[in-house]
């Protein structure tokens, strides 16, 4: 089935740090990718939508410039955190998806704790 | 995106079949029913999708009532491993954003 790659699945890094993490389809192209974050004992909340090859669309109350999204490639997404600060510690989970009427898949999660 | 209900949590014995229920009652008619799971400190994991014929894989079947407007998933034989939350979400097909809402935390117990 389709195999989605998320690098790393934990980082513990300074305040004021900035942080990325990355998402790659294995074995499919991904038209579009998406970033979720995640805090305890809540449901998984849409950050951002990236098609390859353009501008990130992001959700409401997210800020563009703190959470930089590129999608350089079918295969690739990156999302940097930056200047981290302890609020932004959270499990921040991506997702793939290819063209069609086909089910997003999701990586393993990354867990980002800021002292 | 259409929005959906879910009973917070349900028991299940191990064993038995595990029987989780959804409500979408506004769902359009280009909208499909996707169900994920998520295990504790893991990504979502996707089990099964349909738009209104039931489907069967297998991880589970899905049926959909004849209007749509609600849908149970089955796990036929449940296992300690099947504990997780389960995630019924409406989307329409092409490509559409997941919008997760709380799901129903599942608690198979031997």
């Known amino acids: 089935g389709a195999v989605v790659s998320q690098h790393p699945s934990r980082v513990i890094c300074k305040s004021g740090t900035s942080v990325k993490i990355e998402c790659r389809s294995l074995?499919?192209?991904?038209?579009?990718m998406f970033w979720y974050r995640q805090f305890p004992k809540q449901s998984l909340m849409l950050m951002a939508t990236?098609?390859?090859?353009?501008?990130?669309?992001?959700e409401q109350g997210v800020e563009k410039d703190k959470f930089l999204i590129n999608h350089a490639s079918l295969t690739l997404s990156t999302l940097t955190v930056t200047s981290a600060h302890p609020e932004d510690s959270s499990f921040y989970i991506c997702?793939?998806?290819?063209?069609?009427?086909?089910?997003?898949?999701f990586g393993d999660g990354t867990r980002l704790s800021i002292l | 995106d259409a929005k959906t209900t879910q009973p917070p949590s349900m028991d299940c014995a191990e064993g038995r079949a595990a029987n989780l229920p959804c409500n979408h009652s506004?769902?359009?008619?280009?909208?499909?029913v996707y169900w994920y799971r998520q295990i504790h400190s893991q990504g979502p994991q996707y089990i099964i999708h349909?738009?209104?014929n039931n489907e069967t894989n297998e991880m589970a079947s899905l049926i959909i009532t004849e209007d749509r407007k609600s849908s149970t998933l089955i796990l036929p034989h449940a296992t300690l491993r099947d504990t997780a939350v389960y995630y019924c979400i409406v989307r329409a097909g092409q490509g559409g954003k997941l919008i997760f809402g709380q799901g129903t935390e599942l608690s198979v117990k031997p």
């Open positions: 074995d499919f192209q991904a038209t579009t």
């Open positions: 990236s098609n390859e090859g353009s501008k990130a669309t992001y």
């Open positions: 506004t769902i359009s008619g280009n909208e499909y």
């Open positions: 997702s793939a998806v290819g063209a069609g009427p086909k089910p997003q898949h």
């Open positions: 349909g738009l209104k």
